[in-house]
């Protein structure tokens, strides 16, 4: 609510409170008025209290789409679209360029056989096949690792939750206790069909 709502309202009840006075007598009037003041500060906390929680919710529910946005991110990228895994593979692919090229030049000079050749290539090319196999299981001992820090992450986020939860139901009673003792003190207060001068 805001500030000048309170003082609208509070204006509001000291008319009422001066016009129930002349009616009532002070006794009544002090009762009634008391009870209307604590039920305006009961609603008021309600109130706060949801406008807080409210916050706390929308907070909470955009952590988790963060949260969620960086488990997707990290957990689903390509393992060969990183920098480091790009320049190992660029490493191995030059390396392989340049044996391939010493290979032709030494089987020109020397005469190889064919099955040599194809032999020697295929070294290369099992080097090539390991650089993928040692970046594929770098990926998914990372992908693990995403894994349990994303549950890690949601439990505590679910935990928070909970928490929130408890809080609101916790202060949704104590107000509702608090608003019956104020409207019971109010009604026992007031002398009800009888006339005091």
């Known amino acids: 609510m805001h500030q000048s709502g ?16 002349k009616v009532m ?12 003041l604590g039920l305006y ?18 907070l909470l529910s955009g952590a988790k789409a963060e949260e969620e946005g960086w488990f997707r991110r990290n957990y689903y990228s390509d393992f060969l679209n990183n920098s480091s895994a790009k320049a190992a593979i660029k490493r191995v692919e030059n390396t392989l ?9 030494y089987n020109a000079i020397n005469g190889t056989t064919h099955e040599h050749a194809l032999a020697r290539n295929r070294q290369g ?7 993928y196999t040692s970046l594929a299981a770098m990926a998914d001992d ?10 890690q992450n949601r439990n505590a986020l679910l935990s928070q939750e909970m928490n929130y939860a408890l809080g609101d139901e916790k202060n949704s009673a104590l107000l509702a206790k608090n608003g019956l003792n104020l409207l019971q003190n109010a009604v026992l207060g007031v002398n009800w069909g009888k006339e005091t001068r």
């Not at 309170?6 to 006075?21: D, E, P, Q, R, Y």
């Not at 609603?43 to 807080?52: Q, R």
């Not at 090319?125 to 650089?131: A, D, K, M, P, Q």
């Open 6 to 21: 309170i003082m609208a309202t509070l204006s509001l009840l000291a008319g009422i409170s001066f016009a129930a006075k």
């Open 25 to 36: 007598g002070t006794s009544k009037f002090m009762n009634g008025l008391n009870g209307a």
């Open 41 to 58: 500060a009961g609603v008021k906390g309600m109130l706060d209290s949801a406008d807080a929680a409210s916050r706390q919710r929308k």
């Open 97 to 105: 360029r340049r044996q391939n090229q010493q290979n032709r030049a």
């Open 125 to 131: 090319l099992n080097s090539l096949e390991n650089v």
């Open 142 to 151: 990372k992908k693990n690792r995403i894994d349990s820090i994303h549950r």
